[in-house]
């Protein structure tokens, strides 16, 4: 049943990833680590908020939350349940990209693992009574992590000013009218069309090889029949046709902000060099010149995440200090922008950047589920083992040139959304 | 996202050096030439070593006018010590991949190291510079309080600091447990570089000095590093006058106001000592009544049954002069007094009837089995030690928890619940904006941060 065994010479590879496909679709990765008698095992779905329908939103978190109830084998929340019996911990995830399912358990109950998740990957079954508590479990979820926090609300703000129509813009939890508007026949829509192997990616992290997984994959994943699956079609992402800016002022935001960000390409190392010397650590440019020499700002951040299936952002975070405005504060930033075009990064700037990533690759190895976390993220966002594999090769040989240049293409002529978050007095009662 | 979703960025991991079937961890304990205990683990299948140390002391030895001199101290070690300034200092960090962090405890000063092995000279010679020679240059100072001033107002607006703040302001006052760990907005402008000069010299003393170390690190090179870092600080430890923490406002409900949809709730009482020998009954009561997650009482009836919460925890904790069992979980305001009514519910019904033959035979198959889980990479292994070595248990115990949890009988946990659990000792603190709800105290700010008006 197995097609394809990638085999590449270990030397090159950082983690040392086999992988193979079953006939049915399912792709299997295996990294394996033999430091003790425990293994992640994580099943991830190419579905994620991004692949709803207008109008849907949170349908793919919602269904994840779903996916806990029950199939006729593993009835009525059972399957937590048996994980922690097992000396396991369970949980999931979803993203704009993906929906994942995973648990660390001892080696010896992998194979329970396997059982019960290629089991609900067909078998779930539903009822009302549990439809209407999950939903309303994630109107509290949702109040939580977002609605309670100005911050957050804003972020889905900015979110959508630069996404616009593209599904970047809307939040994965959904938004809330959509959210209660949620039925049992949305849910099980999504799951009849993008749950099956063909659309989904096993990732083993652990104490197992794969001439012993190969058998057990093929046993319990092996059966299930895979499905017509339609491409992910969202379009590309909406490049600004204009700067916007938005502006909050709450009572319970302490610290005015200033937040800009900028559509990015996915996959760019050189990108993610670019946030290291700019804004990740007390020594970058950022923080150097707007917090330690011109005493101006509080904090200054950088980030650009490149997996992603589609476009993806590139965010800076600003804080004025007490006495400096965000218009004066902004005004630096982007000279900064603009040096930076102009002249580039230095070598050594170049080296450091590049050194401390490839020792995050090591500190990395020192995880259980860490590896299978990268991977199974840029697998499920469209990306192949090697770009994993052979990202510190990569990284290793960027030029300043290829900085400058994706510096350029992010900043230069180019649009943002401009976020400004402000403290606002509250109101006397 | 069914859970939290930071459990998820903490990567998983595991060492283990020396497996056995009968041994969790081989753990070798060490001293150096001038005293100082150490607990080990080697493992080198990766090049990584990582540190933690705690110093006895930690908030009350923050001068009553001065709080949040010990954090302030933590967030300015690593910038800039001996003749290092900070961007020389931040940069040798920075630039070799060296993670140090330092934070100032109810109980203890905490600090860690995470190095590659190829770096461990410098971080360790970093270290005992950073400890030993502190430079807390003004602007260096300036910074940080800006930076700790911009957290405290941004915790002031969030409202799960505030509970936590409210919970710890109320049930412990009178007691530096009650004090804010990061300050307040008075104490902030307040501290000078003499400060932290008295705070680092009362702090950093070798007696009670708990250090634990894991990964590719051999024997003699951790006494000669270790050594190296610590050996010059004073050795006699400052004496404090804690005393003993009578928990306050026991069953009263006390709100303070804030315009959010959900209201926090923290519920607590008191928990159970470290020592006691009903310890890992309790432990197993917890894990059934709310401390594991999907698995427990409390999430079956508040989160999975009702869908009035996304997640409500308990957890057990043992501070030197104090022991708490509480309760967490935010709720929409309207649901607040049924979400109360079934956590009083949960608890009365716990310590009537006890848990059942099966809840404990459950409890004890994930409290045993999943151990090796919990220690996942060589931070948590490191980690975990400390938090033993803390706890005043013997070097093996981590290899004897799994026999003393089997040991646990349903009478045991009987006997527990019915002297844990008590009701009306509940104190319930709420803030948002909850309705059917009628406090015994209402605050008009959250407890020890100074924002009285002044007349």
């Excluded at chain 1, 379009?235 to 937040?259: A, W």
Aim: proline share 5%.
């Amino acid at each position: 049943m197995i097609c394809i065994i990638f085999a590449m010479p270990a030397a090159a590879k950082s983690f040392n990833a086999e992988s193979f496909t079953l006939d049915n679709g399912l792709q299997v990765v295996l990294i394996p680590n033999h430091r003790a008698p425990v293994a992640s095992h994580m099943l991830w779905y190419k579905f994620g908020g991004a692949d709803e329908q207008d109008g849907k939103s949170g349908v793919a978190h919602f269904f994840e939350h779903l996916m806990f109830k029950g199939t006729p084998k593993v009835p009525d929340g059972l399957f937590s349940k048996t994980v922690k019996k097992l000396g396991g911990n369970d949980n999931a995830f979803t993203s704009h990209d993906y929906t994942a399912y995973y648990q660390n358990i001892p080696k010896a109950h992998l194979e329970r693992m396997m059982e019960m998740e290629s089991d609900r990957m067909k078998n779930l079954i539903l009822t009302e009574k549990e439809i209407i508590s999950e939903r309303q479990v994630i109107v509290e979820e949702r109040q939580q992590r977002i609605d309670n926090r100005p911050q957050a609300k804003f972020r889905e703000q900015l979110m959508a000013a630069l996404h616009g129509q593209h599904p970047y813009g809307t939040p994965v939890i959904g938004w809330m009218d959509e959210i209660k508007s949620l039925t049992e026949k949305d849910a099980l829509e999504n799951y009849k069309k993008w749950y099956a192997p063909n659309n989904a990616i096993l990732i083993i992290g652990g104490d197992i090889t794969s001439a012993e997984l190969k058998p057990l994959a093929e046993k319990y994943y092996g059966p299930l029949k895979p499905s017509k699956i339609l491409p992910r079609n969202r379009g590309s992402v909406i490049q600004l046709k204009e700067d916007k800016r938005l502006t909050l002022k709450d009572p319970r935001i302490g610290m005015p902000v200033l937040i800009k960000m900028y559509h990015a390409p996915r996959g760019s190392h050189a990108l993610e060099i670019l946030s290291e010397i700019f804004g990740s650590a007390p020594t970058s440019r950022l923080y150097k010149r707007l917090v330690v020499e011109k005493k101006i700002a509080i904090s200054a951040n950088t980030s650009y995440d490149p997996v992603s299936l589609n476009g993806t952002t590139f965010s800076i975070y600003v804080s004025p200090a007490p006495g400096t405005s965000i218009e004066a504060l902004e005004k630096v930033l982007e000279a900064e922008i603009k040096e930076l075009l102009d002249k580039g990064i230095a070598k050594e700037e170049l080296k450091t950047a590049q050194d401390k990533k490839i020792a995050a690759q090591t500190y990395a190895l020192d995880s259980l589920q860490g590896p299978a976390m990268i991977f199974g993220q840029a697998l499920s966002s469209g990306f192949d083992i090697d770009y994993i594999e052979k990202w510190d090769q990569r990284i290793a040989s960027l030029t300043v040139q290829d900085i400058k240049q994706a510096a350029k293409n992010i900043f230069e002529d180019k649009h943002a959304v401009t976020g400004i978050l402000l403290p606002k007095k509250a109101e006397k009662k | 996202m069914k859970h939290f979703i930071l459990s998820l960025i903490v990567l998983f991991s595991f060492i283990h050096p020396t497996f056995a079937a009968d041994k969790v961890l081989d753990i070798q304990k060490l001293q150096t030439p001038s005293g100082i205990e150490i607990w080990l683990v080697e493992d080198h299948n990766i090049p990584v070593i990582s540190m933690s140390f705690s110093f006895e002391g930690g908030l009350a030895l923050d001068p009553k006018d001065k709080l949040g001199v010990g954090r302030l101290v933590s967030i300015l070690l690593d910038e800039g010590a001996d003749t290092l300034k900070s961007q020389e200092f931040q940069s040798l960090l920075n630039d070799n991949a060296i993670h140090m962090s330092f934070s100032a405890g109810r109980d203890a000063f905490y600090g860690s190291i995470k190095t590659l092995t190829t770096n461990k000279d410098l971080a360790f010679d970093l270290l005992k510079k950073a400890l030993n020679a502190p430079r807390f240059d003004p602007d260096a100072i300036e910074r940080m309080r800006q930076a700790n001033i911009s957290k405290i107002k941004n915790d002031l607006g969030n409202p799960s600091w505030l509970v936590a703040r409210t919970f710890n302001g109320v049930l412990f006052e009178g007691h530096p447990y009650a004090q804010p760990g990061y300050g307040h907005l008075d104490s902030m402008s307040k501290i000078t570089q003499e400060d932290l000069l008295s705070f680092v010299k009362a702090q950093f003393r070798t007696e009670g000095l708990k250090i634990s170390i894991a990964g590719d690190i051999t024997k003699e090179d951790a006494l000669k590093l270790i050594e190296h870092s610590f050996s010059t600080l004073p050795k006699k430890a400052t004496v404090t006058t804690q005393k003993k923490a009578q928990l306050k406002q026991l069953g009263k409900t006390i709100l303070l106001p804030l315009k959010t949809p959900q209201t926090y709730i923290a519920v607590g009482e008191e928990g159970i000592e470290r020592d006691d020998k009903d310890w890992h009954a309790a432990v197993i009561m917890n894990y059934i009544l709310g401390g594991s997650g999907f698995d427990a009482r409390l999430m079956k009836e508040i989160r999975e049954k009702r869908g009035l919460t996304y997640g409500v925890y308990s957890q057990l904790s043992t501070l030197k002069d104090a022991t708490l069992l509480q309760v967490s979980l935010s709720t929409s305001n309207d649901k607040t007094a049924e979400a109360l009514n079934l956590i009083r519910q949960e608890w009365k019904k716990m310590a009537d009837k006890g848990p059942t033959e099966i809840e404990i035979k459950d409890a004890k198959s994930y409290l045993t089995g999943s151990l090796l889980l919990s220690l996942t990479s060589t931070d948590d292994i490191s980690g975990t030690l400390n938090s033993l070595q803390r706890d005043k248990l013997d070097i093996d115990y981590i290899n004897q928890r799994n026999a003393f949890l089997n040991a646990v009988t349903i009478e045991d946990v009987k006997r527990v619940a019915k002297r844990l659990l008590k009701t009306e000792n509940l104190t319930t603190i709420l803030v948002g904006t909850p309705t059917n709800i009628k406090p015994d105290i209402t605050l008009e700010h959250p407890p020890g941060m100074n924002l009285e008006k002044k007349k």
